[in-house]
């Protein structure tokens, strides 16, 4: 939830900094609102502008998933200690990965058309906080989701996974 709030690295220093120095581990995933993207969508909607203007306007720091890896690494150094950071980017899918997963392609379809679903009741907060307006935020979200149960369609979002290992002061 490092997205709500507006300075993110205050938590992950504190994290950090709980950790034994010689080796602790933390993982930090990291959804990006702005790294949402559908095929096909229906004529007139831009939900590149969606994003930017709807929820991305929404929360602080809309986009921690690209900024995890440079907080990490500082939040670490700032502490004095010598930190092992890696990101890798998780994207979650309607189609196939290459790593086969426990859930078919029509679950995972499935599931990805229902989390698109269940954020259309947040309409009306986007609605009343943004640019964008309910009605709009609530075709959107159902068009995103009618696009991951399309099986020729396709829905990527990219989530960001850090894990920083520590091994000792500075």
Request: charged share 20%; glycine share 6%; aromatic share 6%.
């Amino acid at each position: 939830m490092l997205y709500t709030l507006p300075t993110p690295e205050r938590i992950v220093a504190q994290i950090l900094g709980a950790l034994d120095p010689s080796g602790g581990v933390a993982h930090f995933l990291c959804e990006d609102y702005g790294a949402v993207f559908a095929h096909p969508t229906a004529e007139g909607l831009d939900h590149e502008r969606f994003w930017r203007e709807g929820p991305c306007a929404l929360f602080p720091e809309p986009h921690i998933g690209r900024k995890i890896h440079t907080i990490a690494a500082r939040c670490a150094r700032e502490l004095g200690l010598r930190a092992m950071v890696r990101t890798m980017q998780l994207p979650v899918s309607t189609s196939p990965p290459a790593v086969p997963l426990a859930l078919s392609e029509s679950e995972t379809r499935e599931t990805l058309a229902r989390v698109f679903e269940t954020w259309v009741d947040y309409a009306p907060l986007v609605g009343s906080s943004t640019a964008v307006t309910a009605a709009q935020a609530r075709a959107h979200l159902t068009d995103i989701s009618r696009a991951c149960r399309d099986p020729e369609g396709h829905v990527l979002w990219l989530c960001t996974v850090c894990e920083v290992t520590l091994n000792g002061a500075l």
